[in-house]
C-alpha cells in the first residue's frame, strides 16, 4: 500500500515564507510522521537524527512552521515537554480515502473552531527566483 501525501503543503512548498533549512526540516516531519500526522520523535530525538543540531535550533526551525500551523503543539498527554503533530491538511496517510475523510473532518473542525486553518500564502504566479518574493498570507 502507497501513501498519499497531501498535496495542499506538498505543492506550494516552494512558495511557504520559511528558510530552506525550516522546508527540509519540514520533509523531515512528514518523514518520521505517523499517519495522520502525529510525530513520534522527541525534540532532543529530532536534534540528534537531523544531523547532530541543538535541541535550540530545532525550536528554531520548529517556530515558523507552528506560526503557519502546518505544525501543531497540541497538549502534552502525561509527560515533559511539547508534543507535535502535523496539521491534517499537511500529513501523509495510508490511503486516497482515508485522506479525503480526515480532510473532511478537518474541514469540519475548521469550521467549528476546533482546529486552526493553515496559514499558508496565496499566489497567483510562482515567485522570482532571485530577491525576495512578495508573498501575502491567505485569509480563511
Known amino acids: 500500500m502507497a501513501e498519499v ?5 506538498s505543492e506550494r512548498i516552494w512558495a511557504l515564507p ?4 525550516a522546508v527540509k526540516f519540514l520533509q523531515y516531519l512528514v518523514f ?5 500526522g502525529h510525530i513520534p520523535v522527541r525534540q ?5 537524527e537531523f544531523g547532530g543540531k541543538s535541541p535550540q535550533a530545532i525550536s528554531a526551525l520548529m517556530a515558523p512552521l507552528c506560526d503557519l500551523k ?3 503543539r497540541p497538549p502534552s498527554e502525561g509527560r515533559d ?13 495510508e490511503s486516497h480515502e482515508v485522506m479525503e475523510a480526515s480532510f473532511r473532518k ?3 473542525d475548521i469550521k467549528a ?3 486552526p486553518n493553515l496559514k499558508l500564502p496565496s499566489y497567483a504566479a510562482t515567485p522570482p527566483s532571485e530577491g525576495t518574493p512578495k508573498l501575502r498570507i491567505a485569509v480563511a
Open 81 to 93: 515537554g511539547n508534543s507535535y503533530r502535523l496539521h491534517p491538511l499537511a500529513a501523509k496517510y
Open 18 to 21: 520559511v528558510s530552506g533549512s
Open 70 to 72: 502546518v505544525v501543531l
Open 106 to 108: 478537518a474541514l469540519r
Open 32 to 36: 518520521r510522521s505517523e499517519f495522520g
Open 44 to 48: 532532543k530525538d529530532m536534534a540528534r
Open 113 to 115: 473552531g476546533d482546529l
Open 5 to 9: 501525501m497531501s498535496p495542499l503543503v
